[in-house]
């Protein structure tokens, strides 16, 4: 059976434009750190970037996804465990945007 419940979690770690951790309210008061990746968008590299150029690009996006979610409390929607450990997830800021669409409508994402 699919879990269908939407949690809130405090982002503690952007990792880059499309990766970070948060710290999930499991409720009952427990509470669980986890790392999640933005289902929906790809940003560009910066740990192994294929040009300076990409580089570049992703320091951005990773600048703009902290400033949009780093300490602050978001809504999360997981699906899945992908790659490196990271749960695919739709996250959503407390006022109900997206943050995949913002980070689109932003030119940081493909």
Do not use: C
Not at 13 to 27: I, K, Y
Not at 82 to 102: C, K, T
């Amino acid at each position: 059976m699919r879990d269908n419940y939407i949690r809130q979690a405090m982002v503690t770690r952007v990792l880059d434009g499309d990766t970070f951790e948060a710290e999930v309210n499991l409720g009952f008061t427990a509470m669980v750190r986890v790392r999640f990746r933005i289902r929906g968008v790809n940003t560009p590299e910066t740990f192994r970037p294929s040009s300076p150029e990409e580089r570049e690009r992703g320091l951005l996006a990773t600048a703009f996804t902290q400033n949009l979610i780093l300490g602050k409390t978001v809504a999360i929607q997981s699906y899945k465990m992908g790659a490196y450990a990271r749960w695919e997830a739709d996250i959503f800021l407390m006022e109900g945007q997206s943050v995949a669409e913002l980070l689109k409508n932003a030119g940081h994402s493909k």
